[in-house]
């Protein structure tokens, strides 16, 4: 588990073909303390598993579906990523709750930036948007972020200098693809509402969306 703040960027130092997947070795330097071979870290919001250890980097294998449903295989030599240890026990939970389990990429729509900070818009598929609300949390990148507007198939953040000059955000542009992972919450709500109305989660997926909706406005969330 993490928490959505970067601790630090880190530079891709290869991509190679292994198998199914690939092994990707990232330049690093404050993640590695206190890290051992089979510990996670979190490269641009996937959670990884760290199975060499060099002075100065480390290497994970990245798996077929990782790669199948992330932007790693896409990543180039000299990339800036952006790096977070797992959340331990004793450390505070500053973002929100980030399982570093993509659950799709959107497209960068739109990049403006303003005396005080730059505003974002991403685009995703409609269907994906059931989990982001405005002024609730998403991942983008494995960054926590603040959803501040949403449409059909859009969403949009707002970036302060603090958030820009530690993370890869700043080099964002429109076309873009980055991962985003919705809030764990979010999906744990669903699945306790469309049981609650079906008792079964092998019932059909719309009635349930439609239900929850419902169970929301009735609750005034919406």
């Known amino acids: 588990m993490f928490t959505g703040l970067i601790e630090e960027m880190g530079m891709v130092a290869g991509l190679t073909d292994s198998g199914e997947g690939k092994l990707l070795t990232v330049n690093a330097s404050a993640v590695l303390d206190g890290t051992k071979i089979g510990d996670s870290i979190s490269i641009n919001g996937a959670c990884q598993t760290v199975t060499a250890m060099q002075p100065g980097s480390f290497t994970v294998f990245v798996s077929r579906v990782t790669l199948q449903v992330t932007t790693l295989g896409r ?41 005080s900070g730059v505003e974002i818009d991403i685009a995703v598929e409609p269907a994906q948007m059931k989990h982001i609300v405005r002024k609730g949390s998403v991942a983008t990148d494995g960054i926590s972020l603040t959803v501040v507007e949403t449409g059909d198939s859009w969403f949009r953040l707002y970036l302060i200098p603090e958030t820009l000059g530690k993370t890869n955000i700043g080099l964002w542009k429109t076309g873009t693809i980055i991962n985003i992972e919705t809030d764990i919450l979010a999906k744990y709500v669903e699945r306790m509402l469309i049981f609650g109305k079906t008792g079964s989660e092998d019932k059909e997926q719309t009635s349930g969306d439609a239900g929850i909706m419902a169970k929301l406005a009735e609750g005034g969330y919406l």
Do not use: S, Y
């Open 75 to 115: 990543f180039r030599i000299g990339q800036a990523v952006n790096l977070e240890r797992a959340l331990t026990l004793t450390a505070r939970l500053g973002g929100h709750i980030v399982q570093g389990h993509v659950d799709f990429t959107g497209k960068v729509l739109a990049v403006k930036k303003d005396a």
